[in-house]
């Protein structure tokens, strides 16, 4: 496992330690929420009773192949702990997600749950939101127009930059798994996320956005000196 892997190991390892016997999780999406999932398998298959509500379709095959115990979040509408990755952590464990493109479910599945853990490695923590692209999912209409408001919505909330329409590896236009697009906002400098967060919420087309505000209670950052808790104030 190359380092850099073994750091978000470490970081899902700590928050594998968080679950105990009968909770209802959210699962994440992602590479780093990958690591949650497959060590919380070998829990369950050493007698531990968890029942898991994926993220993502990929999550869910995962976590399906894997043997972890399943619901749907209408099944199981109220869970105790949400264990998910980032694309930055900044202060007051504002987020940024929807690297992966599953930002809608995510944002979901963690205002359903009572607390929520975000795991990564230390890079990821960062003194300003906004050097990874701000992922937003918009409907499959008028995404031209869309796009004029949204950049309109930054301006007001000081944030400018190119948004990008998601392609995949194959180079067709990225779907997420409810069927929408992204827009990927190259704002470099986020100054206000609670701004910018009440701006795009206002914008027609605008399904929801990767800035999580007020979710995340802890970050567990992994790092080459080991590993760091934040608490939320
Ligand atoms: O849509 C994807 C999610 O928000 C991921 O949790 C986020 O992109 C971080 O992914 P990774 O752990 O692979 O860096």
Do not use: N, W, Y
Not at 17 to 31: A, E, I, N, Q
Not at 204 to 210: C, S
């Amino acid at each position: 496992m190359s380092p850099a892997e073994q750091l978000k190991r470490q970081a899902a390892a700590r928050a594998v330690d968080l679950v105990r016997s009968g909770m209802k999780l959210g699962l994440g999406t992602g590479s780093t929420a990958k690591h949650f999932v497959e060590l919380l398998a070998e829990r369950v298959k050493e007698g531990l009773e968890v029942v898991g509500v994926p993220t993502s379709e990929q999550t869910r095959a995962l976590a399906e192949t894997l043997g972890v115990p399943l619901a749907t979040l209408d099944e199981q509408p109220v869970l105790d702990l949400t264990v998910d990755g980032a694309d930055e952590i900044g202060p007051g464990l504002a987020l940024v997600k929807g690297g992966g493109g599953a930002l809608l479910r995510e944002k979901i599945v963690a205002t359903a749950s009572a607390q929520m853990v975000v795991i990564a490695d230390e890079s990821k923590h960062v003194a300003t939101l906004g050097t990874f692209p701000l992922p937003i999912e918009v409907v499959d209409f008028g995404v031209t127009s869309i796009r004029r408001s949204i950049e309109k919505a930054g301006k007001a909330a000081g944030c400018h930059g190119l948004l990008t329409l998601r392609r995949g590896p194959d180079g067709h236009v990225f779907v997420t798994d409810q069927g929408h697009l992204i827009l990927d906002a190259a704002f470099g400098v986020i100054p206000d996320p609670g701004l910018l967060a009440a701006r795009l919420a206002e914008v027609a087309g605008v399904v929801e956005h990767g800035l999580f505000i007020g979710l995340a209670s802890r970050a567990i950052l992994a790092g080459a000196s080991g590993v760091t808790v934040l608490d939320r104030a």
